[in-house]
């Protein structure tokens, strides 16, 4: 190891004795504050100093990968988690944003699962799933551990007795009562509703108690298990008692979750899009496909901190590699057409020098003064012909070049839906990790 080498880690080491000693993200960070690798940790200051030893032959003890990196590392930095679990769920989120390049974990696109209850249908089914329905079902989640979660399932059911089947049950159907029920029904795991055998109020009641259950503490069923444990390892029924135990580790599980509000998981609700990108061509008039969209939206905190965020999505999917974060350099307050000004003028700068390719539509998060702030921008740097829309929320009006009128899509729309998602996933790029990174100074730019 050379002297500046050693003289970078002796500092390195020093800043590293300030970190918490309870779990969270660690970040190594190279040149420009540019983020390298994402690690997680249930002790940040012991995990971290284990890369920087006096004396370490890192590429013995860490692999030529890692020791690479370490060559790179200018400094390092941490986020705190109130637990292991928020800890395991940013971590996957912020390497699939981020896409550090010495992570080789976390950046596909698998994600973790949620339990849903189909809370819309007149008998309503629980299910662990990776891929929820769009509308009309409770999502809890997502979960760390699916194989926990499947093992807790099992529990709950014998608990509970809900349905976990297939099976379209409609309260007017008067063949159910004609209907068989399957095992689950005979080792009493299920009400069987498929077969009549209970009406939808009281298989309500019982899907109200299962989502009490999930928000709550589940204090009263885990004292009743702990009872039920103590009273079998009095008796000598030790395997009983073993079963309780694990029963009751099991739904102390269901606490290693996140919410789908805070933890979002925007791969989850991704649709296919062949249809919207037909109908989007249609509804811009281009003789060309449109393949290449990019979205912006800016976001600050009563104006400080602004952040500007661009996606990318290749032919409707999103392509992460592509996207960007910019911080507000020239902007001073609250100045939402000036902030995307200046990203549209920093993010086509390499556009028009070549350097990269146009867009087949960039899409702007808000309403048509956004829409003409960045049209502005654009002829300002004297660019090519570009098609250029906004989307705002709440109405979902959609605005394009040359209308002061906005063009209204029914929901169910499928370029609708395409757009909603480009715009939603620019707003969340900027906006929800923003607040987790800001005073951080870890956003990843190119300016």
């Known amino acids: 190891m050379s002297g500046k080498t050693n003289c970078k880690f002796k500092a390195i080491r020093e800043?590293?004795?300030?970190?918490?000693?309870?779990?969270?993200?660690?970040?190594?960070?190279?040149?420009?504050?540019?983020?390298?690798?994402?690690?997680?940790?249930?002790?940040?200051?012991?995990?971290?100093?284990s890369y920087?030893?006096?004396?370490?032959?890192?590429?013995?003890?860490?692999?030529?990968?890692?020791?690479?990196?370490?060559s790179k590392v200018e400094t390092v930095d941490f986020l705190e988690s109130p637990n292991e679990v928020d800890a395991v769920l940013k971590e996957a989120r912020l390497?699939?944003?981020?896409?550090?390049?010495?992570?080789?974990?976390?950046?596909?696109?698998?994600?973790?699962?949620?339990?849903?209850?189909?809370?819309?249908?007149?008998?309503?089914?629980?299910?662990?799933?990776?891929?929820?329905?769009?509308?009309?079902?409770r999502l809890f989640g997502p979960f760390t551990g699916a194989k926990d979660l499947r093992a807790v399932l099992v529990v709950l059911q014998k608990i509970f007795k809900f349905r976990t089947c297939k099976l379209n049950i409609r309260e007017d159907d008067?063949?159910?009562?004609?209907?068989?029920?399957?095992?689950?029904?005979?080792?009493?795991?299920?009400?069987?509703?498929?077969?009549?055998?209970?009406?939808k109020r009281e298989y309500k009641k019982i899907v109200t108690d299962l989502i009490k259950f999930l928000r709550s503490k589940r204090s009263i069923i885990l004292r009743q298990l702990k009872k039920q444990m103590a009273e079998a390892s009095e008796?000598?029924?030790?395997?009983?008692?073993?079963?309780?135990?694990?029963?009751?580790r099991l739904i102390e599980r269901l606490d290693r979750r996140g919410t789908p509000d805070e933890d979002v998981q925007p791969e989850v609700f991704a649709a296919d899009p062949t249809e919207a990108?037909?109908?989007?061509?249609?509804?811009?008039?281009?003789?060309?496909?449109?393949?290449?969209?990019?979205g912006i939206d800016v976001a600050n905190i009563a104006g400080a901190e602004a952040v500007g965020s661009l996606v990318k999505f290749i032919d409707g999917r999103p392509f992460k590699s592509g996207y960007r974060r910019f911080k507000i350099k020239t902007v001073k307050g609250?100045?939402?057409?000036?902030?995307?000004?200046?990203?549209?003028?920093?993010?086509?700068?390499?556009?028009?020098?070549?350097?990269?390719?146009?867009?087949?539509?960039?899409?702007?998060?808000?309403g048509l003064g956004h829409l003409r702030a960045a049209e502005k921008a654009l002829r300002e740097m004297k660019a090519p012909a570009i098609t250029i829309a906004?989307?705002?929320?709440?109405?979902?009006?959609?605005?394009?070049?040359?209308?002061?009128?906005?063009?209204?899509?029914?929901?169910?729309?499928?370029?609708?839906k395409l757009l909603q998602y480009v715009r939603d996933e620019a707003h969340r790029f900027a906006q929800h990790y923003h607040h987790i990174l800001r005073g951080k100074k870890m956003l990843s730019k190119k300016s």
């Open 277 to 294: 990108l037909v109908q989007l061509r249609e509804l811009l008039q281009r003789p060309e496909p449109v393949r290449i969209i990019e």
């Open 334 to 366: 609250i100045d939402d057409y000036a902030m995307i000004a200046e990203v549209v003028k920093r993010r086509y700068k390499y556009a028009l020098r070549g350097e990269e390719l146009w867009p087949d539509l960039v899409l702007i998060d808000g």
């Open 52 to 70: 920087f030893q006096p004396g370490g032959d890192l590429t013995t003890s860490r692999g030529l990968k890692i020791a690479e990196m370490l």
């Open 15 to 49: 800043k590293i004795k300030g970190f918490p000693t309870g779990p969270g993200l660690y970040f190594m960070k190279g040149p420009a504050d540019k983020v390298l690798y994402i690690g997680k940790a249930n002790n940040l200051r012991s995990r971290v100093a």
């Open 390 to 416: 906004s989307i705002a929320k709440k109405e979902e009006d959609i605005y394009l070049q040359g209308k002061n009128r906005p063009l209204k899509l029914p929901a169910n729309s499928p370029a609708r």
């Open 174 to 199: 008067r063949k159910r009562k004609f209907f068989r029920p399957c095992l689950l029904y005979s080792i009493k795991q299920c009400v069987a509703p498929c077969a009549a055998r209970i009406d």
């Open 235 to 248: 008796a000598f029924e030790y395997e009983k008692a073993a079963m309780f135990r694990d029963r009751i």
């Open 95 to 137: 390497v699939k944003d981020i896409r550090p390049p010495y992570n080789t974990d976390l950046v596909d696109d698998k994600t973790f699962p949620y339990l849903e209850i189909t809370s819309s249908e007149d008998f309503p089914g629980v299910y662990i799933t990776r891929k929820p329905r769009p509308h009309g079902s």
